[in-house]
């Protein structure tokens, strides 16, 4: 059984779980310090959720961030991953369910994200889910 919770603090296991799974997610960027966790826990704008598995094991994460802007109240699902021995159980719709439920709340109208075509499953997810890809460009531009 797997359940979700919204982080409210920071602890030696959620540090330890955020260095399992970042690698999972991205070879590029380094697991956040205990700190910088702090700081989006703290953050009006992000709602961090994890997946527990019954006996407690963090085994998927997912960033909720929400802001206004002049044309209303946007969301964004970012840096969802769920642990290798986890996937294929359901944890990736379980997390997304329930952003979709608190962006619902909180009265945004649309929620957007990003996947890369190489990540064959969680694309196939979210068209499921209802997620419709959009004639966008996106843009990067990175600091040196």
Do not use: C, K
């Amino acid at each position: 059984m797997i359940t979700i919770h919204e982080v409210t603090e920071v602890d030696r296991q959620l540090i330890d779980a955020f260095a399992r799974l970042i690698p999972q997610l991205s070879s590029s960027s380094p697991a956040p310090t205990a700190d910088q966790l702090q700081s989006l826990v703290d953050s009006d704008a992000s709602t961090i959720l994890i997946a527990r598995s019954a006996d407690g094991t963090i085994v998927g994460s997912m960033t909720l961030v929400m802001f206004a802007i002049p044309t209303g109240l946007r969301a964004w699902i970012e840096d969802v991953v769920v642990d290798g021995d986890a996937r294929g159980m359901g944890v990736g719709q379980i997390i997304n369910d329930r952003a979709l439920e608190i962006a619902r709340e909180a009265g945004v109208t649309t929620v957007d994200l990003t996947s890369r075509p190489s990540r064959e499953a969680a694309n196939r997810l979210y068209q499921r889910m209802g997620f419709v890809a959009r004639e966008t460009n996106v843009y990067r531009y990175t600091f040196d």
